[in-house]
């Protein structure tokens, strides 16, 4: 049996790497993806607290957010293919029209 | 479960009817200004269901009360005033299609869910609902750049703070066992985890993602692009709808889920309220284009509305409310004279095309006068009776030096709104504007001044109001 703690670990830690990738990089497309793997850090820890609690609520959660996300990972790369068609660049620094 | 049961959620139903009514309308050859029509007498039916909604459902995880009807009025009024002031744009545009009224509808579903949500699953399903469509709404205008920019920005952050919000429930959910917000509350009460790192960690997760929900700094960063490249009715629909939505939640949230972290939220809550008040007003008085000032405007706003937040009690929160209603009417009001400017080959947002704009329309002048001067806070505008009732409450709290600060800052907001009120009637015209009004913004307009001078003049029918709505609820938590 894995201790929760590795858990709420490795969770921690895929949420940090997503939340680094967020803010580091500047390709929309990995921003997307580091966002997705934020999500899918918390979704480690709801399963496992909800393993842990025997609770299902934490799992109806993780399931709901997974088709969220599918949703928002959606709208994100029509939105980046739209962008993409504009600029020729999905480089979100070098897409500025707007200052002030 | 049978269908009577379902009573408290009727305004949801109608609503989510109409939104599919609308798809379908899309489909046939229908003129759009019909469908708007459809949308507006939907809304208007919903409407007439959130009279009598009240009731708890599904366990305890949805709850219809006077807290969230009020919020829902709002919502209500500020989906029919963006469909007003939505037609002629779109037209302007060319982008007229139904799908944008389907989509502002099903955002405002997501805001009364998150109005109602009493359980932390649902005030997620709600959050995604509204965010999801008014992604879609910010890049409406697929042909122009700054529009699709604008969505992806928003969507980028909107994601982002909705992995923090998710953390901070993980964290809260791992460490109570529950979803539920009264049962989190109780529990944490209970086991004296007021001290917990883990219940501490989740606050601050919880309250980042709001603030970069509200736009409140120092997670502002995203509004003022995403509301200048919006198309302007979806600026003025989302700089009110998604605002007044997290407020509802933070409201909720920070009373019944941390009752008893009070003291750490109470102190975030002034460090965000000042920041936010700094940012928005200093930023906004170096703008040139009108939305953008808008935009730090409503920055601005989101920090009177957090300093609403921090006595915590309900005289306190009916303050925060109200200012929420009038807000909505000062901002749509703006928004419908710079529509009004807009026509095929003149843009008409930035603040030098305001110039003369008394002698060549004085009507429209003087419109923008009195949601310029309420905005700012002038008497005897609404304006001026909305801070006064949260500044007045806060005095009411010995946050003195905190009153203190907010009304240096809309001493401060004068010098901006008053600006174009100057370029409106001191600078003789650049060039000839041609407005093009249409009776639907000019009803909006219409519905907008009237408010505005009602509650101005007559303060204490709405006042009292909210704090009876109020009152009903929250009595026993505060």
């Known amino acids: 049996m894995v201790p929760l703690n590795w858990y709420i670990w490795l969770s921690a830690i895929l949420f940090c790497t997503g939340m680094f990738g967020f803010i580091t990089r500047r390709n929309l497309i990995i921003m997307l993806l580091s966002v997705e793997i934020m999500f899918n850090g918390v979704n480690v820890s709801l399963a496992a607290f909800s393993h842990y609690l025997q609770d299902a609520a934490g799992q109806v959660l993780v399931f709901i957010v997974i088709a969220v996300a599918a949703a928002e990972a959606a709208i994100g790369l029509a939105l980046v293919i739209l962008l993409f068609r504009h600029h020729e660049t999905i480089m979100i620094d070098e897409i500025n029209e707007m200052k002030g | ?478």
């Open chain 2, 1 to 478: 479960m049978d269908i009577y049961s379902l009573h408290p959620l009727m305004p949801e139903i109608v609503l989510a009817l109409l939104g599919l009514c609308i798809l379908m309308l899309e489909l046939t050859s229908m003129k759009k200004e019909y469908i708007a029509l459809t949308a507006m007498t939907g809304t208007l039916a919903a409407l007439y269901f959130l009279r009598g909604s009240s009731g708890v459902l599904f366990d305890g995880m949805y709850q219809a009360d006077g807290y969230s009807n009020y919020f829902k009025l709002i919502f209500f009024l500020n989906l029919f005033l963006s469909i007003l002031i939505s037609i002629k744009y779109l037209e302007v545009e060319k982008s007229s299609h139904g799908e944008f009224y389907a989509l502002m509808v099903f955002a405002t579903i997501g805001m009364m869910i998150m109005a109602s949500a009493e359980n932390m699953i649902v005030l997620y399903v709600g959050l995604e609902l509204m965010s999801l469509s008014t992604y879609v709404l910010a890049g409406f205008l697929r042909h122009d750049s700054r529009s699709t920019e604008s969505a992806v920005k928003y969507l980028l952050m909107g994601a982002f703070s909705t992995a923090i919000l998710l953390y901070g429930i993980a964290l809260s959910y791992g460490s109570t066992g529950t979803m539920d917000f009264q049962q989190i509350g109780l529990y944490i009460n209970s086991h004296n985890l007021s001290g917990n790192p883990v219940v501490l960690l989740s606050l601050v997760l919880i309250m980042v993602s709001f603030s970069f929900k509200v736009a409140a700094a120092p997670f502002h960063m995203w509004a003022p692009d995403v509301y200048e490249g919006a198309p302007t009715p979806v600026t003025a629909f989302m700089s009110i709808g998604p605002k007044a939505a997290g407020f509802a939640v933070l409201g909720k949230v920070l009373v019944m889920v941390f009752p008893s972290l009070r003291s750490d939220w109470t102190s975030i809550l002034i460090v965000i309220s000042v920041l936010t008040m700094l940012t928005g007003n200093v930023m906004a008085l170096v703008q040139t284009n009108i939305k953008r000032m808008l935009a730090y405007s409503s920055i601005a706003h989101a920090g009177y509305l957090l300093l609403g937040l921090i006595p915590g009690n309900y005289e306190s929160f009916a303050g925060m409310m109200n200012y929420l209603f009038i807000y909505l009417f000062m901002n749509v009001g703006a928004f419908a004279v710079i529509i009004s400017l807009r026509s095929a080959e003149f843009m008409g947002d930035e603040i030098r095309d305001y110039a003369g704009l008394a002698k060549t329309h004085p009507v429209m002048a003087s419109l923008m006068l009195v949601f310029m001067f309420a905005l700012a806070g002038i008497p005897p505008t609404a304006g001026f009776i909305g801070k006064f009732y949260i500044f007045s409450e806060l005095v009411k709290s010995n946050y003195i030096w905190l009153t203190i600060a907010g009304v240096m800052f809309s001493v401060v907001s004068a010098f901006y709104y008053l600006r174009v009120v100057m370029y409106m009637y001191m600078r003789p015209p650049e060039r000839e504007v041609v407005l093009e009004t249409t009776p639907p913004l000019n009803l909006a307009l219409f519905i907008a001044f009237t408010m505005i001078i009602l509650i101005g003049v007559l303060p204490q029918a709405f006042i009292s109001h909210a704090k009876n709505v109020f009152f009903t609820m929250y009595q026993s938590l505060l």
